[in-house]
Structures are given as C-alpha cells and as structure tokens.
C-alpha cells in the first residue's frame, strides 16, 4: 500500500547530484511529489527533502540507490507522523480587490496570512502551512483576481533524532 514518505538526503554540495538522484526516481518510474534542497545544521553539508508516495518495501530500496551516490552521506526516510512539516505559497492579487472587496481583508486575517508587499497594481500574501491550507486560500483568493501563484517544496524536520553529526564525525575519523 501506498505511503507519503518524507526523504532527507544530507549531501556534499557537487555539481550533477540532482541529477544524479532524480534518475534513480526515473529509472524507478517513481514520481517526485515535492522537493526541496537547502544548506542543513551542519556545515558545507545540503539537504534535499523528497516527497513520495509508495509502499514501505520501495522506500527501503530507494535509499539504498540513493546512498551509493559517491556525495551523499546518509539518507533517511520518515512518515508523516514522524515529521513536523510545513509548506510556504505566495499568492499575488490585484491590489483594486484589497481596497474595494473588504471580505478580502477578512480571508487574509483567518487564514493567518501575512501581506508582504502592496503596490498600485498588486499586492502579495504569504502563507505558511500544511497543504490543505495553502489550497484552501487558493480558493478563497481566486474569484477576487488571482494573478501569480506559487507554492514551496515541503520543509520537515524529523521528530527523533536522525544523528547525522555523529555519522559525519565517524565519517571523519575514519578517512
């Protein structure tokens, strides 16, 4: 049975790794759901976070691959409940809605939305959440003029302790 599955790749920041990653996906038919990439807690070290859903068995076997790349250090892969995650969207809306339709003011507010830029022609939302909420905005947005969206890649962060620092530090005394 299938499963959203979270990925954390912690990695050496070369050039063609993503490349290199996203055809082990490919070559596995598996699609990408989500995917994001950034410096981590540690120094000179980058995480991609990857989202997929498949069964338990695939998931074990994928990190295998993904962990014979030369420049990864360690994979990991967790579920739901055991991440904290969160999704960012910036939604950019015809400013004549923000000062002509007041109920606009109103979406922002209960959503827990922020406005991040106004001008004459537009104005910009921010919104942090789970998925379900970025869409719910989308909604609630669209009929008042919706003119650019876009949403982030999930971020998480593990509930228990992955221990990479001490992989890296065994790492290094090893070598």
């Not at 827990?112 to 970025?134: C, D």
């Amino acid at each position: 049975m299938d499963k959203t599955f979270t990925i954390s790749i912690y990695s050496e920041n070369n050039v063609g790794l993503l490349n290199r990653i996203s055809a082990i996906f490919l070559k596995r038919h598996i699609n990408i759901e989500s995917l994001t990439t950034s410096l981590s807690e540690i120094k000179d070290v980058f995480r991609f976070i990857i989202i997929v859903k498949l069964p338990e068995e695939n998931v074990k076997k994928l990190i295998q691959q993904i962990e014979k790349q030369v420049d990864v250090i360690k994979a990991f892969y967790h579920t739901d409940e055991e991440t904290i995650f969160q999704e960012s969207a910036l939604y950019k809306v015809k400013s004549s809605a923000l000062f002509e339709e007041r109920h606009i003011q109103n979406i922002i507010k209960e959503s827990h939305a922020n406005i991040v830029t106004v001008s004459p022609e537009y104005f910009v939302i921010e919104k942090t959440g789970f998925r379900n909420e970025t869409d719910r905005l989308y909604q609630d947005l669209a009929p008042f003029g919706l003119l650019q969206f876009v949403r982030s890649g999930r971020i998480s962060v593990s509930k228990s302790k992955m221990g990479i620092s001490e992989i890296l530090k065994k790492f290094k005394s090893d070598n």
